[in-house]
């Protein structure tokens, strides 16, 4: 496997997106595809979110996928961080959603907020460890919420 990342912004093509949310379908919890069409999702997320990606050679293998249009409660919204499984370990998660929060600070934004499966200890770790808080839980999803000072 290369090892070489490169990460760039709003890269991937619908096609592209929709590829790799189909190879991390599975790790999702609940998977992906019990609860959105995939390719009208890539379709959403290629259209309206900017989107963090990591790429290794001609492979998309990270996405953080965040709307950060809501102008009047300068809030952001992350829809969807993927990672393909043979990747995880390797900071890339991490990297992607700092990146983020660095775009949506650029941006003015006073919150950055995402919804996660309440058993997903994995990603709840991640978040936490990017400084999200967890709300009250809206079984089976609990809201996160990254509040940033001023937009600062």
Known sequence: MNTSIEFLLNKASTEL??????RCDSDFIPPLSGR???????QKITSKATRFEAWSGGTLVGLVAAYCNDQVKHTAYITSVSLLKAWAGKGIAAHLMS??????KALGMRQVSLE????????????????FVAGKPNA????MDLYLENGE
């Open 116 to 131: 996660v499966a309440s058993d997903n200890t994995l990603a709840i770790r991640l978040y936490e460890k990017s400084g």
């Open 36 to 42: 959105v069409e995939i390719h009208d999702y890539a």
């Open 140 to 143: 089976p999803f609990v809201t």
């Open 17 to 22: 997106i929709a590829e790799h949310l189909l």
């Open 99 to 104: 990146w983020c929060v660095e775009h949506v």
